[in-house]
T-cell receptor, first 114, second 113 residues
Framework: DAGVTQSPTHLIKTRGQQVTLRCSPK?????VSWYQQALGQEPQFIFQ???????QRGNFPDRFSGHQFPNYSSELNVNALLLGDSALYLC?????????????FGSGTRLTVV | GNSVTQMEGPVTLSEEAFLTINCTYT??????LFWYVQYPGEGLQLLLK?????DKGSNKGFEATYRKETTSFHLEKGSVQVSDSAVYFC????????????FGAGTQVVVTP
């Protein structure tokens, strides 16, 4: 049973560019959340998607946007990249919001902005 | 607001020593509590969870009890191994938050042979 799959694993972009990160949730899960983890820091919640809608958003600017597809997979898009966007981006999947079920995290996409 | 406070690391232990990582929380509602572990270069793995007061989560020799009266969820392991070296995150989520996880700052644990 595959867990959460994220692609790509590593990415280098230039300041000002745009990037798209992808996530396939664990089989049976219908909710996808995205987190940003700067080096040496805890993960910070970006947003969560359920039924193809953004259900909650953390304190991130509009440059960060997302999408969930009918098969529950998800994309995270970041426009106008800044050096400070360099981080590990984690996708987590869960069932129906995950409050009582816990979350399964992927291994992340390491984004470096130069 | 909601927050999670963990003891600062790094915590350095010898193999077979007893491990405790303190975690306390502040929440406006009634949270579910989690411990996640992150090995170098990897994502987070759910270690254990508890969804109501006095629940004890346990996994791989690790335990934590949800203490509502002290708003705590301390992680313990009786005998650590070198392979337990990692960063441990305490986290909470609220029923009405659509599952948004609020993490503590993380505690690095280093176990030496």
């Amino acid at each position: 049973d595959a867990g959460v799959t994220q692609s790509p694993t590593h990415l280098i972009k230039t300041r000002g560019q745009q990037v798209t990160l992808r996530c396939s949730p664990k089989s049976g899960h219908d909710t996808v959340s995205w987190y940003q983890q700067a080096l040496g820091q805890e993960p910070q919640f970006i947003f969560q998607y359920y039924e193809e809608e953004e259900r909650q958003r953390g304190n991130f600017p509009d440059r960060f946007s997302g999408h969930q597809f009918p098969n529950y997979s998800s994309e995270l898009n970041v426009n106008a990249l800044l050096l400070g966007d360099s981080a590990l981006y984690l996708c987590a999947s869960s069932l129906q919001g995950g409050v009582n079920y816990g979350y399964t995290f992927g291994s992340g996409t390491r984004l470096t902005v130069v | 607001g909601n927050s999670v406070t963990q003891m600062e690391g790094p915590v350095t232990l010898s193999e077979e020593a007893f491990l405790t990582i303190n975690c306390t929380y502040t929440a406006t509602g009634y949270p579910s509590l989690f411990w996640y572990v992150q090995y170098p270069g990897e994502g987070l793995q759910l270690l254990l969870k508890a969804t109501k007061a006095d629940d004890k989560g346990s996994n791989k020799g690790f335990e934590a009890t949800y203490r509502k009266e002290t708003t705590s969820f301390h992680l313990e392991k009786g005998s650590v191994q070198v392979s337990d070296s990692a960063v441990y995150f305490c986290a909470l989520t609220l029923t009405d938050s659509w599952g948004k996880l609020q993490f503590g700052a993380g505690t690095q644990v280093v176990v030496t042979p």
